[in-house]
């Protein structure tokens, strides 16, 4: 069975309600795929309970080790340093990465006044993502905009 692991921040309900649907979606798409989503690991996730941080490490880093493709959510202010860590567990074990970027500033990139507006200080329309990391996503997998395209490249990854 091919396996996928899911990284995204887990913290705020928001993100773990978001996580859930977006894995629903792809267990739906992909029955015969097993997916580790973290925030379902209760054993390391459990907020009422305790794992220390070498037990995130170990549990976390075998299932993406033991898996054919990594999802990765890189939205947010800056990447969540977690999924940036598996990012780079991956890229380095030659797991190859889809990334999820959604973050709507993106659009309208032919917009002139867009452009114009990278010359004043402050003043850019544009989203920042950290180079490396998304350079880690691209030389060993995927860069996309939407779920439906996630969950439309996940075929090419589990062959």
Excluded: C, W
Excluded at 134 to 159: P, Q, Y
Aim: hydrophobic share 45%; charged share 20%.
């Amino acid at each position: 069975m091919k396996k996928l692991y899911f990284a995204s921040p887990l913290f705020s309900n928001m993100e773990y309600r978001y996580n859930a649907s977006v894995v629903a979606d792809i267990r739906k798409a992909y029955p015969d795929l097993a997916v580790y989503l973290p925030q379902e690991q209760g054993d390391i996730n459990d907020k009422n309970s305790y794992a220390d941080s070498m037990m995130i490490a170990k549990l976390d880093t075998e299932a993406l080790l033991a898996s054919d493709v990594l999802v990765a959510v890189i939205d947010g202010i800056t990447i969540d340093a977690g999924v940036a860590s598996e990012i780079g567990v991956a890229y380095q074990a030659g797991i190859p990465v889809i990334g999820l970027y959604t973050d709507s500033r993106q659009q309208g990139f032919n917009n002139q006044k867009k452009h114009d507006a990278l010359a004043q200080l402050g003043e850019s329309q544009f989203s920042y993502v950290n180079l490396y990391t998304v350079g880690l996503i691209k030389l060993n997998g995927v860069l996309v905009d939407r779920e439906d395209l996630m969950i439309a490249e996940i075929a090419d990854f589990i062959k």
